[in-house]
């Protein structure tokens, strides 16, 4: 890759990761409205949660008015929490006009902490329209980075879409189009047109984006089956073109151990196609294929530095979430950090980047560190505590794999050079 699209590349995502987790975005409302061909009290049924049809997309599994306070309703929603359960939600009623108009607040969630829920409410109106109703849903909240903002609006779309099409027809489908797999398929092959297209449309530029895409999904695939490993009934791969990609799970974590491990295993698991790749290359050029040699080693490059630098110690990397499970708050958290991000910066030295790239790199981590450091979501209860045993066996594990993608990035880069 040329040395200025390798630039534009890594301010563009910098620029990217500060917009979508870190900007200061505030109190933001999004609105949308819908004329849906069904009558208002149709419609009052399904989107009010006391009506007879608040089930109507398996969403809301039950819903009572709350003993002690006739203004609060008790939802039990069908979202796993952390001891596999459905989520329990305590919710506000307010400015209710009966077939016309309510508004809503979150009161308690048995999943997540109380100032998740804090700023936001949610006002619904219905007008009758002759034969049709035209509904309207605003949601409000308090936003730090764009990307939950960006979620709210399309998850808010798809719903009256699909609440539209449920009134009007009686059918209900769950799942949408983004999830789909050819969707998902659309996302990579975006994603290795944009590569492509920084590179200059060069076919190494092309074989360089199609290796990168398909080494993102390798890393994904290591936290999914870290996620069924530790009981996630569902898992699925979200793609993001430039970004990468992301693995969901199916519920909130239970332990600081399934952080770390879940953390862990996207580089872990591409770690063990490094060694095999490192063989065969070494074969490739002891039997005189340099061709096949050279794509080894530019493979073991691609997959073993984009693991090592998602082992960063930035908060929220893969490092950064490892370290901050396994080591305590303070000084030793803080002198790991500088240890890990040390390795990563002598294994660019090794490999035989130019001092001034090892060192730029390192300060653009730290500033990742910083952007991106305490933005979270909070669950309502502490997770569980991580044993001692917990602690040494994945200290060992981030050892071993931070230790065999360093030793891919000198040998590839040694071997290319």
């Not at 039990?76 to 309510?102: K, N, Q």
């Not at 109703?133 to 709210?152: E, K, N």
């Not at 944009?194 to 890393?219: D, R």
């Not at 630098?309 to 396994?326: C, E």
Request: charged share 15%; glycine share 12%; with cysteine.
């Amino acid at each position: 890759m040329p040395g200025w699209a390798a630039v534009a590349l890594i301010v563009v995502n910098l620029g990217l990761i500060f917009l979508l987790i870190a900007a200061p975005v505030g109190v933001r409302a999004i609105s949308r409205t819908v004329r849906i061909a069904a009558p208002a009290g149709r419609v009052w049924e399904a989107i009010y949660p006391l009506g007879s049809e608040a089930g109507w997309s398996g969403e809301i599994l039950s819903a009572e008015p709350d003993g002690n306070r006739p203004d609060q309703v008790q939802l039990v929603v069908d979202w796993d929490g952390r001891d596999g359960l459905p989520i329990r939600r305590l919710a506000a009623l307010s400015e209710v006009s009966h077939g016309r108009s309510f508004a809503m607040r979150i009161v308690e969630d048995s999943s997540l902490d109380a100032g998740f829920w804090a700023s936001f409410s949610e006002h619904i109106e219905l007008q009758p329209e002759g034969d049709t109703t035209r509904l309207t849903i605003r949601q409000t909240d308090s936003y730090r980075g764009a990307a939950f903002l960006v979620f709210r609006y399309f998850a808010l779309r798809r719903m009256m879409a699909k609440l539209k099409r449920w009134s009007e027809t009686g059918h209900y489908r769950r799942g949408g189009v983004f999830e789909h797999p050819l969707t998902q398929v659309a996302m990579a092959a975006a994603s290795i047109l944009i590569l492509w297209t920084l590179t200059g449309f060069t076919v190494g530029g092309l074989a360089f984006a199609v290796m990168l895409t398909i080494v993102v999904a390798l890393h994904e695939l290591g936290h999914m089956a870290a996620f069924r490993v530790t009981g996630h009934r569902r898992t699925r791969m979200i793609f993001i073109p430039l970004l990468g990609g992301i693995a969901i799970g199916g519920r909130p974590y239970d332990s600081h151990f399934e952080v770390a491990f879940v953390a862990l295993m996207g580089a872990g698991f591409s770690a063990f196609v490094v060694p095999p790749l490192m063989q065969a290359g070494a074969l490739a050029v002891a039997g005189g294929n340099v061709h096949g040699g050279n794509f080894m080693a530019a493979l073991v490059g691609c997959i073993a530095l984009f693991n090592l630098a998602n082992l960063v110690p930035v908060w929220k990397f893969d490092g950064g979430q490892v370290l901050r499970q396994i080591c305590p708050p303070g000084l030793p958290l803080a002198i790991s950090s500088f240890v890990l991000l040390g390795l990563f910066l002598a294994v660019g030295w090794l490999a035989g980047f130019p001092p001034a790239v090892v060192l730029t790199s390192g300060g653009v981590f730290a500033a990742l560190s910083l952007m991106t450091s305490g933005n979270s979501v909070k669950p309502r209860d502490a997770l569980t505590p991580i044993d001692m045993g917990g602690r040494l066996a994945l200290a060992a594990a981030l050892v071993a794999v931070t230790f065999i993608h360093g030793l891919g990035v000198i040998w590839a880069f040694n071997h290319l050079g």
